[in-house]
C-alpha cells in the first residue's frame, strides 16, 4: 500500500486492493444520499443513490486496523440508512458530533445551521486521553469554493489528532477536495485518499502539493 497518497477511482474498485487492517483511522465525509444541487450547477457523485453505501462501510471496516476508530459524516434524512450500513460492517457508534455553523446553508422546513456525524468504533478500542467534546463550532466558511460540501479543515484538525496514532495511516475513501488529507498531513499523519470525480481529484492533488492548509 502506497501512502502520502490520492488515488483517481471509485473506492468501491479501489478499496479490495487495499491489505486489511493496514489503516489506522478513517475520517470521511460521504455523499448524503439527497440529490444535492447547489445554484452553481455542481453536484456529488453517488449522491442520487444507496447502492455503494454498504459496500462501501464494509471495506472500510475490513482495511481498518483492530480496536481503530472510523468517524462519519452522514445525512441525517437518511440516519436510518446509514446506520444499517455501519451495523451491518461490523461497526458500533461510540459517539455523535455535532457542528453548528454560524450561518445556514440552506432553508427548507427549518434553517439549516450545523452538520454531523458518527464516531464509530471496530472493536474495543481504548479511550482517548483527552475525548473531544461532542460539539464542535464550525468557525470556518470554507463557501464551498473547492467542493459543494466542503469540510473546514479547523474541525478535522482535532478528529485526527485524537482518534488517530500519530504513527498511524489516515484514509479517507471520499476525499473530494483533500480536507481530510490536509489534517493529517498538517499533523505529520500519513495519509491514503481516494476520490472518483477527476476534477475534484485534481482540485485536492493541487492543494496537498501546496502545503494542504486552504480552506
Same mark, same amino acid.
Given at each position: 500500500?502506497?501512502?502520502?497518497?490520492?488515488?483517481?477511482?471509485?473506492?468501491?474498485?479501489?478499496?479490495?486492493?487495499?491489505?486489511?487492517?493496514?489503516?489506522?483511522?478513517?475520517?470521511?465525509?460521504?455523499?448524503?444520499?439527497?440529490?444535492?444541487?447547489?445554484?452553481?450547477?455542481?453536484?456529488?457523485?453517488?449522491?442520487?443513490?444507496?447502492?455503494?453505501?454498504?459496500?462501501?462501510?464494509?471495506?472500510?471496516?475490513?482495511?481498518?486496523? #483492530?480496536?481503530?476508530?472510523?468517524?462519519?459524516?452522514?445525512?441525517?434524512?437518511?440516519?436510518?440508512?446509514?446506520?444499517? #450500513?455501519?451495523?451491518? #460492517?461490523?461497526?458500533?457508534?461510540?459517539?455523535?458530533?455535532?457542528?453548528?455553523?454560524?450561518?445556514?446553508?440552506?432553508?427548507?422546513?427549518?434553517?439549516?445551521?450545523?452538520?454531523?456525524?458518527?464516531?464509530?468504533?471496530?472493536?474495543?478500542?481504548?479511550?482517548?486521553?483527552?475525548?473531544?467534546?461532542?460539539?464542535?463550532?464550525?468557525?470556518?466558511?470554507?463557501?464551498?469554493?473547492?467542493?459543494?460540501?466542503?469540510?473546514?479543515?479547523?474541525?478535522?484538525?482535532?478528529?485526527?489528532?485524537?482518534?488517530?496514532?500519530?504513527?498511524?495511516?489516515?484514509?479517507?475513501?471520499?476525499?473530494?477536495?483533500?480536507?481530510?488529507?490536509?489534517?493529517?498531513?498538517?499533523?505529520?499523519?500519513?495519509?491514503?485518499?481516494?476520490?472518483?470525480? #477527476?476534477?475534484?481529484?485534481?482540485?485536492?492533488?493541487?492543494?496537498?502539493?501546496?502545503?494542504?492548509?486552504?480552506?
Amino acid at each position: 500500500m502506497h501512502i502520502n497518497t490520492l488515488i483517481h477511482g471509485d473506492c468501491l474498485h479501489v478499496l479490495p486492493g487495499i491489505p486489511s487492517a493496514s489503516v489506522d483511522f478513517i475520517l470521511t465525509d460521504p455523499p448524503y444520499l439527497v440529490n444535492y444541487r447547489p445554484r452553481d450547477g455542481r453536484k456529488v457523485a453517488g449522491d442520487d443513490n444507496a447502492a455503494w453505501l454498504k459496500p462501501a462501510f464494509a471495506q472500510m471496516h475490513r482495511v481498518l486496523g #483492530a480496536d481503530g476508530f472510523c468517524f462519519s459524516f452522514y445525512g441525517w434524512p437518511h440516519a436510518d440508512r446509514f446506520m444499517e #450500513a455501519f451495523r451491518a #460492517a461490523g461497526f458500533r457508534p461510540v459517539g455523535h458530533f455535532s457542528f453548528p455553523k454560524r450561518y445556514t446553508s440552506s432553508v427548507g422546513h427549518v434553517r439549516c445551521q450545523h452538520e454531523c456525524a458518527y464516531l464509530l468504533a471496530k472493536g474495543n478500542p481504548g479511550r482517548p486521553q483527552n475525548p473531544l467534546g461532542d460539539v464542535i463550532e464550525w468557525k470556518d466558511n470554507t463557501g464551498n469554493r473547492l467542493h459543494p460540501t466542503q469540510k473546514p479543515v479547523s474541525i478535522l484538525l482535532p478528529l485526527v489528532e485524537t482518534y488517530s496514532a500519530p504513527s498511524g495511516t489516515v484514509l479517507d475513501p471520499f476525499a473530494g477536495s483533500g480536507s481530510t488529507l490536509a489534517a493529517a498531513k498538517m499533523l505529520g499523519r500519513a495519509y491514503l485518499g481516494i476520490e472518483r470525480d #477527476a476534477n475534484y481529484h485534481a482540485i485536492a492533488a493541487r492543494r496537498l502539493a501546496q502545503g494542504g492548509a486552504v480552506q
